[in-house]
Every structure is written in structure tokens, then in C-alpha cells.
């Protein structure tokens, strides 16, 4: 193969066997599937595996850092540029779904793209108030105030079993700040419901597996009227 050739293939994503067009980078593909795994893992472990939760909790923090950083300088369909609207766009295409009129957008259509945002707002949310229930200390300087650090045990949602003498509640911040970061993760729930849902109504409407596109990373190219 000449470079030329290489070149060639490369460019346009166009993969002449499959006729179809990479739309998702290899780094968002990892992103999606290693932040599927990390959130289940958060949620399966959060009652029962501290050091577990907090791990996974740190890895969902980490992937969203490298996302975003990667929705500025990354690949074509991956940057917030290229998918994110705003809410005149995306309240017309709502709209337009309930007839089931909706155009095929080759990346996010609007309604997938406002609930990607929300996704990594609400995610970076529970992280943080996860971090900060963590240590007391770190809840007391960044919210100043040092009431909200209660003693081990004065937590009345907590087991007290679990929360023994050395147990993982010793020391930590509980209150507010355990009822907030319950909500966030309680609110992701919903909105990875959404997401899910969202998912199979655009795989059905469009006739495509949006799933398969996540892990192959490639779409059936635009046809007139489809927005690329
Ligand atoms: C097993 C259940 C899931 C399935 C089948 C699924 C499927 C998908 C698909 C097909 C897309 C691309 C949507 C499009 O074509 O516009 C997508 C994007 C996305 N999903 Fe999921 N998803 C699942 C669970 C989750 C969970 C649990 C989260 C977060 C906690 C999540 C967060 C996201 C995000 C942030 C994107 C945007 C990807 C990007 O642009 O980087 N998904 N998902
Ligand atoms: C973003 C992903 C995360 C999700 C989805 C999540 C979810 C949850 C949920 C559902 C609970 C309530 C458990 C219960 O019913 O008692 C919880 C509690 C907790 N989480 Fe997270 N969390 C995340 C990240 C983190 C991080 C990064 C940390 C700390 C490093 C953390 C620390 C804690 C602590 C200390 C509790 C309180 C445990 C208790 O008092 O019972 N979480 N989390």
C-alpha cells in the first residue's frame, strides 16, 4: 500500500467493505463501554464495598476529565461543537419526534446531545460530592462551613453496623452532603433510563443498530435529508 493509499483510507473513514462510516473514535467507543462499567460498578458497590465505590466513583471522574477534553480537540463527531445545540434546536427536534418526523443526524441528533451534557454534568457532580463526603475535611474548607462535618455515627441513614469502631463512616462527613450526592446518583439513574430509551426509539426510527455503532464505532453513511 502506498501512502497515498493510506491516506486515502484514512481521510474519509469511508469503509468500502461494510460501506459504512466511522463515526465514533476509538477513544469515545473506550470512553462509553469503560464509563458503563465504572457507574455499574459505583452503584452495585455503594452500600457495600466502600474502597470499591470510591475507586470506580474516581475512575467515572477520571473518564469524564479525559471526555471533555477530548469533546474540545477531538475527532470530527466526538466535539461538543459538532453535537451540542441549543434549546430552540432542541426543543423543535422534541417536537418534531413526537409525530415521528425526526431527521438522522450522523452524530448526536440535539435531544441524544442535551442528554450527553446532562449525563456529564450530573456525573461530575456525583463524583465531586462523593469526594467531598470522603474526608470531612475536604467538605468543611470547600463549603465553609464546619457544621456540616458531623462525628461518625451522628449519620441517621447510616448501618450501624457498617459504621463500627475503624468502620469506613469513621470520620466522614455525612448530612446534607450524603442526601445530595444520593440524589445526583439517584437522578443519573433516570437519566441513564432516558438515555437507554432514547437509544432504542432512534435505532428503531431510523432502522439502525445504534448499539452495534458504539462498539464498531461506524453508521450507515448520510442519505439526502440526514444531517452529517
Ligand atoms: C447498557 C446500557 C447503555 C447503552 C446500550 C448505551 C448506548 C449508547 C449509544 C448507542 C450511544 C450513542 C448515541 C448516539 O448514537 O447518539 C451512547 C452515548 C453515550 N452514552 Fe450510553 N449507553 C448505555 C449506558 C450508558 C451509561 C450507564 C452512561 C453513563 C452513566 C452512558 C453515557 C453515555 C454518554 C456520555 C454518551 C455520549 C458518548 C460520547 O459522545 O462520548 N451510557 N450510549
Ligand atoms: C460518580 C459515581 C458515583 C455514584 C454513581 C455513586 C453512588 C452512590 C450511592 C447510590 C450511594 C448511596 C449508598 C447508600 O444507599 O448508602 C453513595 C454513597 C456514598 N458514596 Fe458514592 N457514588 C459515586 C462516586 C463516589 C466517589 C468518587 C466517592 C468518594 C471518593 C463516593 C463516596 C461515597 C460515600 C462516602 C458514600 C456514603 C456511604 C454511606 O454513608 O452509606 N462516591 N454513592
Do not use: C
Not at 24 to 32: G, I, S, T
Not at 94 to 110: A, C, F, K, S, V
Not at 220 to 228: N, Q
Amino acid at each position: 500500500m502506498t501512502i497515498n493509499d493510506f491516506a486515502s483510507t484514512q481521510s474519509d473513514s469511508q469503509d468500502t467493505a461494510g460501506r459504512r462510516v466511522l463515526v465514533w473514535d476509538p477513544l469515545v467507543r473506550l470512553f462509553h463501554w469503560s464509563l458503563v462499567g465504572a457507574f455499574a460498578t459505583a452503584w452495585l458497590t455503594a452500600e457495600d464495598i466502600q474502597p470499591v465505590h470510591q475507586l470506580a466513583g474516581y475512575a467515572v471522574a477520571g473518564l469524564v476529565g479525559l471526555r471533555i477534553i477530548w469533546g474540545l480537540v477531538g475527532s470530527r463527531y466526538a466535539r461538543f461543537t459538532q453535537f451540542v445545540r441549543g434549546p430552540a434546536q432542541t426543543l423543535s427536534y422534541i417536537g418534531d419526534m413526537i409525530p415521528g418526523r425526526e431527521r438522522r443526524y450522523l452524530g448526536h441528533n440535539p435531544a441524544g446531545a442535551a442528554m450527553v451534557v446532562a449525563i456529564l454534568v450530573t456525573l461530575s457532580g456525583t463524583a465531586l460530592t462523593g469526594w467531598l463526603l470522603e474526608a470531612p475535611g475536604r467538605a468543611a474548607s470547600a463549603a465553609g462551613q464546619v457544621q456540616i462535618v458531623t462525628p461518625a455515627f451522628a449519620d441517621s441513614d447510616a448501618n450501624e453496623a457498617e459504621a463500627g469502631a475503624g468502620g469506613y463512616l469513621e470520620g466522614r462527613a455525612g448530612g446534607p452532603l450524603k442526601d445530595v450526592h444520593e440524589t445526583f446518583a439517584n437522578l443519573l439513574l433516570l437519566l441513564v433510563a432516558l438515555h437507554v430509551g432514547g437509544v432504542a426509539l432512534a435505532s428503531f426510527r431510523h432502522r439502525e443498530n445504534l448499539v452495534r455503532a458504539m462498539v464498531t464505532g461506524r453508521k450507515r453513511p448520510p442519505a439526502p435529508g440526514d444531517i452529517a
